[in-house]
């Protein structure tokens, strides 16, 4: 197995020349008393080292081994719980997390780069402190004065853990119907009772103690998501002092065998009257959850981002390594019995459309990162109003496409290996075992698709397409004759989205089944469209920079290609959507 | 989990009314002397009992335990040992072995149904007969009148099994630079001598003896792939009388931990002057492998077309009972507190592309069959070579095309299950890893594209195109009013086919890597055409039978949707390869 190395140059292109973070900070005195740019790189080149050397060497292993569960205790797999003392003591755990609360105060456009190196040196140990930095959001939102003080800095410091416990035995997607009830106590905390599934880090040997943040109705509940409350549930109860107390009533009953993620604790947990406190209003805890929601969203996307980038690297040395058969136009080495694999054409195309939507997505990450930096501390309120908008657009894609093109780039990754890439050895089929939750988890990326069309676009009649509609005539109003076929490519894929939309929206009123028919096709389509977007505008930013580093070279060749063989995607796509919602409802159910 | 039904009125839906089976064997003497059609029939109606009570409820507890290996010696899961007695006691090992032999003489196209109940039951069980199988017709097309004798009746009757042992550690795709030696001996035999990866069936506890079929090199042999001989070689040698003699000088050194197919023993086979027979003539073995390589193509692609069954059965059940969210158009139920999965529109799109593809992919298989039926037995020379003709094109694009849609299918029968798609419990996920090796092994789907695209289409200038297109003409031409959108689609659609080969065909000469670089898309655009074609032709069929069985609407319905959706993903594809193999070039191998 190739050793795990962070795309440490692509990324400080993307910060430092494509999204020009110094000028962006310089706007946001808030941010930049926390962070400076030449800091932020630094920290990312530590970042590289820890998960590199710290965190990568752990991934097969832990596959292999798993988590196990007995008497209501997980043991993580060897190795764990000492790159998590470790990565807690270098203060990682935290890094998004306020100075004040003891975190680092990094800025999302960073964390992003951080998490992708996260989650291409494992996906499974990624979420022990992922979850808990999206608790750590939470809480520094909607809880209380005494909750935060009690609560986050022993988070961000990596002492204790988080979880989000949402899903129930029959309640997935749908928490309306959710049954966990939260009875009031005389001293102003509720007893929580009820069992949830599929809770990350339910469970595990890490740390002394778990904060969950549970879902839970009031006895007085509406029906329904209006009726759902948020509850900070701690595994062991903390005293006064800070000291921790008595083990509350909550266990994890078992935890699930799964594809992938085996070094993910994923739990069974059982609430029995635990001991919890109100985190926000009562009954607004969806809303509560929702707030995280779009950070946590994005670091899902990035998952199959970091999983397509570990994929990427063992299949790129095999490529150039291993010989198998000659190459079409010549013989490239006629001393060996065979030429490199990297000759064959479709080699090259698995490898250009990994390194595409690699290369592409860690473009979007950060174009979403920016914006969430934006509507957070930007002094303009209108400018944090639009940056609002386009995340609140952008989330549902970054969390869907990037997974899906995720997915695509572990299984091309694998194929490129052939049976090689099918044996456990390699490590390249872990990659699309590892991958393939991240379309499943946080909403699936077919509800992340219903978000996307029905409430932004269809919600908004349109009007929320506006700023990435801009942001895209910026670029093509910069891109000179050299692209110019490619302007007009992303010129006629916007009027395509345009079109398109503007057709949904006229049969919105006549067809109750148009959204949810053609959700996930368009979010693919809009997907397409900005990756083609940023693809140019990274060129555009490589060739304006007269470097003769071939990485610049590169830049300026991949994003042809993108535009050459991937974008024409759209074609297919709008075909589909033009097809409209009838042929999807007309199986009665006895025809499928 | 569900239990596994075959779908039988398909099958027969697809053999007696759309392929009139009856009539075109009525035209095959040799054939019919064999099989009447009401007797294949009545055969699949057992072969549904076989997989469906025997071999489909060992696979989920046979992934759990995997094979296991132990000082040369391989352990198969509980219950396939008792699983293939009985198997090879009703004489379904044979089915394809000719009667004189000890076979079922059963046709291709018929076989094909029992394969994809087999493969839907448990594809890693259904190698061991599967492998079988195949190493009986290249000893029937190849090997010497005493080999055959000795060797294929015991086969046939699922006494001993087979195994083809092409694949070396340093030679997967690349057949020409193998490395095993075979040293002829005094008494006409060879002594094999080399190492073999990846054998399907290598060593296992199923049979007392197992005849490997090994490619090897003579030491006066050509280099490169005309010089590869084939060679029987047993793993307990055969005396005279028919009894097992010595151990031979053949075993496994281990076996591979896979991502799936756990209960196939995949091993790694050491010859260490092993003695063996030739077959078939000095230097022409990779043509001997070919001969049966037209079935076992075919019979891999229905491996995916078995995965994809097995996972809708489950996703359809789990789509009609689990209750989330409503309906948009109408609370479907109002005395429940949410609807079943199945009125969401992204629930349908999910399970209607999955049924098109299986039922699509049914019909492939089929069409395949009975081309492979008439290359054999019709009676005029000119009506075999053109079926053997379309067989040579259809090959690869069934091995690519089903495998490919096969993923996609169990991917989606997955992500229908969310959440517990992804554990273990339910099965979801081991239809995926089960599949994901069919695109991988038998020629990658890449290596098959390249043989279509480049050894059939370019190869013979489009020539090999004709039958095929004049097959959908036909259709094209029994059409009526209520399908004219549909065929005006198609109609297009087989023009863009011909624009895109004249266009690829004028430039072979210019660009030695056009074919390399557009394979794997022109590929799939004839896989969806094809797909189309026959969803027409089923279409047709079903309105014309005047029957009010719901099968029959919901076959019609089932055609309009995969016009409206899936054809239009030609469009994406005819970019991609009008776009040529220039972007995939302009990168040095630093630039990747």
Chains 1, 2 share one sequence.
Request: glycine residues 10%; proline residues 3%.
């Amino acid at each position: 197995m190739s050793d795990y190395k962070a795309s440490l140059q692509d990324m400080n292109f993307v910060l430092h020349e494509v999204f020009n973070i110094a000028d962006d900070w310089a706007r946001m005195p808030e941010l930049q008393e926390m962070m400076d740019a030449d800091t932020a790189t630094a920290i990312l080149q530590e970042a590289a080292k820890v998960t590199e050397g710290l965190i990568a060497p752990n991934a097969r292993q832990a596959d292999e081994q798993g988590v196990s569960y007995a008497d209501a205790k997980v043991t993580t797999p060897d190795g764990y719980k000492e790159a998590f003392r470790q990565l807690a003591e270098g203060g990682w755990v935290g890094v998004t997390a306020s100075p004040e609360l003891g975190g680092m105060g990094l800025p999302k456009i960073i964390s992003a780069q951080y998490e992708e190196m996260m989650c291409a040196a494992d996906i499974s140990f990624s979420l022990y402190p992922g979850l808990t930095a999206g608790a750590i959001i939470a809480l520094d939102s909607h809880a209380s004065d005494e909750l935060k003080q009690q609560y986050i800095p022993r988070m961000a410091s990596g002492e204790w853990t988080g979880t989000m416990c949402l899903t129930e035995p029959h309640a997935g997607t749908d928490l309306g119907i959710i049954r966990t009830k939260a009875e009031p106590q005389a001293d102003g905390s509720f007893a929580i009772t009820g069992t949830k599934i599929f809770i990350t880090g339910g469970e595990h040997d890490l740390t002394d103690n778990i904060i969950h943040l549970v879902l839970a109705k009031l006895p007085d509940a509406p029906a329904g998501s209006k009726g759902i409350s948020l509850f900070l549930v701690p595994k062991v109860l903390v005293n006064d002092d800070g000291s921790l107390g008595q083990r509350n009533a909550v266990s994890a009953g078992s935890v699930e065998h799964k594809m992938g993620i085996h070094g993910s604790a994923t739990c069974v947990m059982n609430f029995d009257g635990a001991q919890g406190w109100l985190v926000g209003e009562p009954n607004r805890g969806l809303a509560a959850m929702f707030t995280m929601m779009n950070y946590e969203r994005l670091g899902v996307g990035i998952q199959g981002l970091g999983a397509a980038a570990r994929s990427y690297s063992t299949a790129l040395a095999y490529a150039k390594d291993r010989r198998q058969g000659r190459g079409a136009k010549a013989t490239q080495d006629p001393n060996a019995s065979a030429d490199p694999l990297i000759v064959h054409g479709d080699i090259r195309r698995m490898l250009l459309t990994m390194k595409a939507f690699i290369e592409g997505g860690r473009a979007f990450s950060s174009y979403v990162g920016q914006q969430l930096d934006r509507a957070k501390y930007a002094q303009d309120a209108s400018e944090r109003e639009a940056a609002d908008t386009l995340v609140a657009l952008l989330t549902p894609i970054a969390k869907a496409f990037m997974t899906d093109t995720g997915l695509e780039s572990t299984i091309h990754g694998q194929q490129i290996l052939g049976g090689h890439g099918y044996v456990r050895e390699w490590g390249q089929e872990q990659w699309v075992r590892d991958c393939r939750i991240a379309q499943i988890y946080e909403g699936t990326n077919g509800i992340q698709a219903l978000d996307l069309l029905g409430r932004k676009v269809a919600g908004s009649r349109g009007a929320m397409l506006q700023p990435l509609l801009n942001d895209i005539q910026a670029t093509l109003q910069q891109a000179g004759p050299a692209w110019s076929a490619e302007s007009e490519q992303l010129g006629q894929a916007v009027e395509l989205v345009q079109q398109l939309t503007a057709k949904i929206l006229s049969r919105v009123g006549d067809d109750e089944n148009i959204i949810n028919s053609l959700a996930v096709e368009y979010l693919h389509l809009l997907g397409y469209v900005i990756y083609a977007y940023l693809w140019l505008r990274m060129a555009l930013v490589a060739e304006a920079s007269g470097s003769t580093d071939t990485f610049y070279a590169a830049k300026v060749k991949t994003a042809r290609f993108y535009f050459a063989k991937i974008l024409p995607r759209i074609h297919g796509l709008a075909g589909a959507i033009a097809a409209g919602s009838e042929s999807l409802y007309a199986h009665d159910e006895g025809d499928f």
